[in-house]
Nanobody, 121 residues
């Protein structure tokens, strides 16, 4: 499956953004899905993940209550709604599909390209 991430941009602290991850080749229903982020000099970290197969979700503490993963089955697209953004959310965001749950960086089956989110104070 090919994943195409989009929706990043430059916003002010407190603003919202919605990232999209369009899949092609296979249905997203076959995979556990998630969003990772990475800043220069740091490891890529899991931000949010969702297993619709198991009815489970996982969010890093820093984004709990602010970020939400959802999907549109008809569009074969996953979203990350990000609210109340802070400068600490600035990073390249990557969507990912995995056959493993819980999702871990080493177990990702498919990566999308990054989309840059910059939050200015």
């Amino acid at each position: 499956v090919q994943l195409q991430a989009s929706g990043g941009g430059l916003v002010l602290a407190g603003d919202s953004l919605r990232l999209s991850c369009q899949a092609s080749g296979r249905t997203l229903n076959n995979y556990h899905m998630g969003w990772f982020r990475q800043v220069p000099g740091k490891e890529r970290e899991l931000v949010a993940a969702r297993s619709w197969r198991y009815g489970a979700a996982a969010y890093v503490d820093a984004v709990k209550g602010r970020f939400t993963i959802s999907r549109d089955i008809a569009k074969n697209t996953m979203y990350l709604q990000m609210n109340s953004l802070t400068p600490e959310d600035t990073a390249h965001y990557y969507c990912a599909a995995s056959n493993r749950w819980p999702m871990v960086t080493e177990g990702i089956t498919f990566w999308g390209q990054g989309t840059l989110v910059t939050v200015s104070s």
